[in-house]
């Protein structure tokens, strides 16, 4: 979604939408402490233009509402710790919200991290998460490199395959810098994230070729096509493209989301809405001054912007940059929201007898 696109958005102060989304998931039984935890992940990404996994996901008969009604979502999860070292540890999600479950992961991982230098955290059993970069970035004011990622339901082919076999699988990393705008690398681990077909589909938009197949594996411009045949391609779309790093990098992460928790999202049926999460922090102190670390990287983002832009492009960018000058326009002129997802909104405020202030 673009905020070019603005002849069919309304803008939504974000204040205002974070509270209308924790009093929905209220509604549908969280505490409102983890409540507010969830509305703040998926506000977030509506934030940072990643709208595919912003409340685009709210829904009366789909993605989190339908999960929490229909108790695919656990909202008053007994999270535990099953093992623990150090430096590590195992969670039991208990079928709980993944932002709420994602959280607690991601805050021991750094507490951890403070203590010896190095925290890692495992989830089993957990459910969708939201926006990846919302666990890694956590560990930025504590001068730390944050690292999240999750493995998914099925809805992606591998290189030379037609059926769909594993998930979007998505990797984050965020690190600290001095000046510059933190570096966040927040990537689906398929040419696009699933949440842009809905995305696509809601303005009609084609997607590009490359992103997805149709129910005869053949390749498609049709995001309602693709949402039905739920077939992904993986990063770089083709073997001669490269695809078969995107289906390597899905499978590490399955492997330390999935094989490592006893989670493997890819040979769950989907119904269950099943994931594994895997998150690290790495204390910068343990191993040189943060302040010459983040000087370094400073330079390092700034000699990669200062590459000559190709034609038609103003500038190079690094990852976290346009997310976060989103952020800042979306802070101050509200979020740009499609109008079918303004009705949507209307419908559960109706629905779960949430008062709607967002227009």
Not at 96 to 102: A, E, H, N, R, S
Not at 114 to 125: M, S, Y
Not at 206 to 223: M, N, Q, R, V
Request: net charge neutral; proline share 6%; glycine share 10%.
């Amino acid at each position: 979604m673009k905020d070019r696109d603005l002849r069919t958005m309304i803008l939504v102060q974000h204040q205002r939408l974070e509270r209308f989304v924790g009093l929905v998931f209220q509604r549908l039984g969280l505490p409102e402490a983890d409540a507010m935890t969830a509305a703040k992940v998926l506000v977030m990404a509506d934030l940072r233009g990643v709208d595919s996994h912003g409340v685009i996901r709210l829904s009366l008969h789909k993605w989190y509402v339908k999960a929490l009604r229909d108790g695919i979502i656990n909202p008053k999860p007994r999270i535990q710790i099953m093992n623990e070292t150090p430096a590590s540890a195992l969670i039991e999600g208990d079928g709980g919200m993944g932002m709420v479950v994602g959280r607690q992961a991601a805050e021991l991982a750094i507490e951890k991290a403070r203590r010896v230098g190095v925290g890692v955290v495992a989830v089993r059993n957990s459910r969708h998460f939201g926006m990846s970069a919302y666990y890694a970035m956590l560990a930025l004011p504590h001068e730390m490199i944050g690292i999240s990622m999750t493995n998914a339901g099925r809805q992606v082919v591998p290189t030379f395959g037609q059926e769909a076999k594993y998930g979007t699988n998505p990797i984050c990393l965020a690190a600290p810098t001095l000046e510059e705008i933190p570096f966040v690398l927040d990537m689906a681990t398929t040419t696009a994230a699933a949440g842009k077909l809905e995305v696509a589909a809601r303005s009609a938009h084609p997607i590009p070729l490359g992103w997805a197949l149709d129910d005869k594996s053949e390749p498609t411009t049709d995001p309602l096509a693709a949402q039905r045949a739920r077939k992904l391609l993986p990063l770089g779309g083709t073997r001669d493209g490269g695809s078969h790093k995107g289906y390597g990098l899905a499978v590490m992460v399955e492997i330390l989301c999935g094989v490592l928790t006893g989670t493997l999202a890819c040979t769950t049926p989907p119904e269950t809405g099943v994931r594994g999460h895997f998150f690290g922090a790495i204390n910068i102190a343990a191993f040189r001054p943060v302040e010459e670390f983040k000087k370094e990287l400073d330079n390092l983002l700034r000699y990669l912007k200062s590459t000559p832009p190709e034609k038609g492009q103003n500038r190079v960018y690094v990852a976290g940059e346009i997310e976060h000058e989103t952020t800042q326009e979306r802070s101050v002129k509200g979020i740009p929201l499609h109008a079918s997802t303004i009705t949507r909104l209307r419908e559960l405020s109706e629905q779960l007898n949430v008062p709607y202030d967002l227009e």
